[in-house]
């Protein structure tokens, strides 16, 4: 096979392609490696897995570690920081119940992203200005270098811990079950891509990804906190619509335009071109796809959302996630002079909380 670009270490940085290139070039390639694999199946891929895949014991073990170290470390900042911090502020029972999810979330994606950053921009690896480059050198089971070791042991638990998180410790929403399903197929790509030694990927995946979150958290805060103390606050407003407008522009910029052009142009094309004979081509490239399909899923809630906003439908800035029954808080005295509100969907039941 003739080597794209230059060969499989060229110091060329190669121009990133358009939709109609990624489209035309990218299917021709995977089915031309299609017909031509010719002895592919169940037996072959256990082979390719058991000759290619390298994961040690102890990696596992700090994997589950640091999986229930976020868990525990969510669970005392919420109790010892977010929840005190709402309450000192009087949210609203509604947002005080969401705040702490949010919080913890703009904390560590805000951490993630950073060194991820630090990782494309600060060192010496290339792999954002010349996305080819990440599977330049491969070799099977060649050394993860230290820096990218830490990368994928921070997010790999941190997917794991978010599985368990989805399902029993944040609110529920229209999109959880998708959001669960998010995080397997991403914890099965760190996991897989770390093992078969496909680490240079996973490090641009994971920068173009994590920043929207960091956005998407530190709006919600601040649609939490425009009403605070009886009061409203129009600074915290302006943030939240700043920040939406930020986080739908970042979301089509870097999910929807620079993954695919980067990343998946890489994944199907260009690791042919530098490793022939690529193990589990076409199961990480179905992984990528799916990841984009729920980008783009995700994607139609932030046209969703700009339509209301546009047509008058939506006058604050709001989760279009979110269940109707969220949307209203209900009171209800009781006996002793309290009153009961009905909290937000959380693990897919209304839970009632008492103040």
């Known amino acids: 096979m003739e080597l794209y670009g230059g060969g499989r270490n060229s110091g060329v940085v190669e121009p990133m392609p358009g939709y109609v290139e990624l489209i035309s070039r990218g299917s021709t390639v995977m089915l031309g490696a299609y017909r031509d694999c010719k002895s592919c199946g169940v037996e072959l891929s256990k082979k390719t897995l058991l000759d290619n895949a390298l994961i040690t014991w102890v990696e596992v073990g700090l994997f589950f570690v ?108 229209r999109d959880s079950i998708v959001m669960v399903t998010h995080h397997i197929i991403t914890l099965a790509l760190i996991t897989f891509s770390y093992a078969f030694r496909y680490h240079n990927v996973g490090v641009l995946v994971l920068f173009l990804h994590d920043v929207n979150d960091v956005q998407l958290e530190f709006t919600k805060l601040n649609v939490y906190f425009k009403t605070r103390g009886g009061g409203y606050h129009p600074a915290n407003s302006i943030i939240s619509t700043l920040g939406c407008i930020s986080f739908s522009v970042t979301w089509f910029w870097f999910r929807l335009y620079w993954f695919p052009l980067k990343v998946l142009y890489a994944t199907c094309v260009s690791s042919l071109a530098s490793v022939p004979d690529i193990p589990f081509y076409f199961f990480f490239n179905c992984l990528l796809l799916l990841l984009l399909l729920m980008n783009i899923y995700w994607f139609l809630y932030i046209v969703f959302f700009v339509v209301k906003v ?32 009905r909290s937000p969907v959380q693990n897919g039941l209304v839970k009632d909380k008492h103040l």
């Open 66 to 173: 640091c999986a229930v170290m976020w868990t525990l470390t969510r669970r005392g900042l919420t109790a010892c920081l977010f929840q005190p911090v709402a309450r000192w502020c009087q949210l609203k029972p509604r947002c005080a119940a969401k705040m702490p999810e949010s919080a913890w979330k703009l904390c560590f994606y805000s951490m993630s992203w950073s060194y991820s950053a630090y990782l494309l921009f600060c060192t010496h690896y290339s792999f954002f200005y010349n996305p080819p480059s990440v599977f330049y050198g491969w070799k099977r089971g060649m050394a993860v270098p230290a820096d990218i070791a830490l990368a994928y042991l921070i997010q790999s638990s941190f997917y794991g811990h978010s599985i368990y998180a989805s399902i029993y410790m944040d609110a529920w929403r």
């Open 310 to 341: 546009l047509t008058g439908q939506m006058r604050e800035i709001n989760d279009v996630r979110e269940y109707e029954e969220e949307e209203e808080e209900e009171e209800e005295p009781l006996r002793d002079g309290s009153v009961k509100y």
